[in-house]
């Protein structure tokens, strides 16, 4: 939805009833709208008439939320609701850029039109998780695909790549952070984590084997886990403005 100063819009369906049902927003009341590009429009509901929501767009407000570390999460399918769980928090947690990978443990397998229908609805997801924590730039969910596919392609320069692997020597807290203006990816394995030929070509491609406390983690909390851990140590976890 195009926003501009000074205009007159209807809400998108979606969130015109979200709106009207969950937030019971009524004529006169105030929202922010967003693009997913940054920055902020305050606006104010001029008309509801059945799922039809008119609101005014006031001034741009350029507010960023964003960390100033960019992560990417590399998280092998999940199955049934944990994926949506996965992608919902991630981005509550800042993350960049999420990538669905197929790796030979995964229970969910997607292809064809089955994929782009699970890849337009996670995208819905993490749109939503950034209405709810005030995030105002969309991360990027990227196309499925294989692991190994992924893992063919030449590391972007200044990248740090992790991977949690239990029994491993270094732990997340001894590691130098990402240089200035790099990049952190984080790779978490499915349901059966990865296998060992899957762990051994991360690691022939930079990936770090890194352990992660005493006990292991279910891939739905791996992940979550060691992106709070990495926001406070290089991200802005540890900010004073951080709301818990």
């Given at each position: 939805m195009?926003?501009?100063?000074?205009?007159?819009?209807?809400l998108?369906?979606?969130?015109?009833?979200?709106?009207?049902?969950?937030l019971?927003?009524?004529?006169g009341?105030?929202?922010?709208?967003?693009?997913?590009?940054?920055?902020?429009?305050?606006?104010?509901?001029v008309?509801?008439?059945?799922?039809?929501?008119?609101v005014?767009v006031?001034?741009?407000?350029?507010?960023e939320?964003?960390?100033?570390?960019s992560?990417?999460?590399?998280q092998?399918?999940?199955?049934?609701?944990?994926?949506?769980?996965?992608?919902?928090k991630?981005?509550?947690?800042?993350?960049?850029?999420?990538?669905?990978?197929?790796?030979?443990?995964?229970?969910?397998?997607?292809e064809?039109?089955?994929?782009?229908?699970?890849?337009?609805?996670?995208?819905?997801?993490?749109?939503a998780?950034?209405?709810?924590?005030g995030?105002?730039r969309l991360?990027e969910?990227?196309?499925?695909?294989?692991?190994?596919?992924?893992?063919?392609?030449?590391?972007?320069?200044?990248?740090?790549?992790?991977?949690?692997?239990p029994?491993?020597?270094?732990s997340?807290?001894?590691?130098?952070?990402?240089?200035?203006?790099?990049?952190?990816?984080l790779?978490?394995?499915?349901?059966?984590?990865?296998?060992?030929?899957?762990?051994?070509?991360?690691?022939?491609?930079?990936?770090?084997?890194?352990?992660f406390?005493?006990?292991?983690?279910?891939?739905?909390?791996?992940?979550?886990?060691?992106?709070?851990?990495?926001?406070?140590?290089?991200?802005?976890?540890?900010?004073?403005?951080?709301?818990?």
């Amino acid at each position: 939805m195009p926003l501009v100063a000074g205009a007159c819009v209807d809400l998108p369906e979606r969130v015109a009833q979200h709106a009207i049902r969950v937030l019971r927003l009524r004529t006169g009341d105030d929202l922010t709208l967003f693009n997913g590009a940054g920055g902020e429009y305050p606006a104010r509901i001029v008309g509801i008439e059945r799922a039809r929501v008119s609101v005014d767009v006031l001034e741009w407000v350029g507010h960023e939320r964003e960390s100033p570390l960019s992560v990417t999460l590399v998280q092998a399918l999940q199955a049934s609701e944990k994926m949506d769980w996965t992608v919902q928090k991630a981005v509550e947690l800042g993350v960049r850029r999420i990538v669905p990978v197929v790796s030979k443990r995964s229970v969910l397998r997607l292809e064809g039109e089955r994929a782009l229908r699970r890849l337009e609805h996670w995208r819905g997801v993490a749109a939503a998780a950034c209405e709810q924590c005030g995030r105002n730039r969309l991360p990027e969910v990227t196309v499925p695909e294989s692991l190994e596919h992924w893992l063919a392609r030449e590391p972007a320069a200044g990248v740090l790549r992790l991977l949690l692997a239990p029994g491993a020597r270094r732990s997340l807290a001894t590691l130098p952070g990402p240089p200035a203006g790099g990049w952190v990816e984080l790779l978490i394995g499915a349901e059966g984590g990865l296998t060992p030929e899957e762990a051994q070509l991360a690691s022939l491609t930079g990936f770090l084997p890194v352990h992660f406390g005493p006990r292991i983690l279910r891939t739905e909390t791996a992940g979550l886990a060691a992106l709070a851990a990495i926001q406070f140590l290089w991200g802005d976890l540890k900010e004073e403005t951080t709301d818990v």
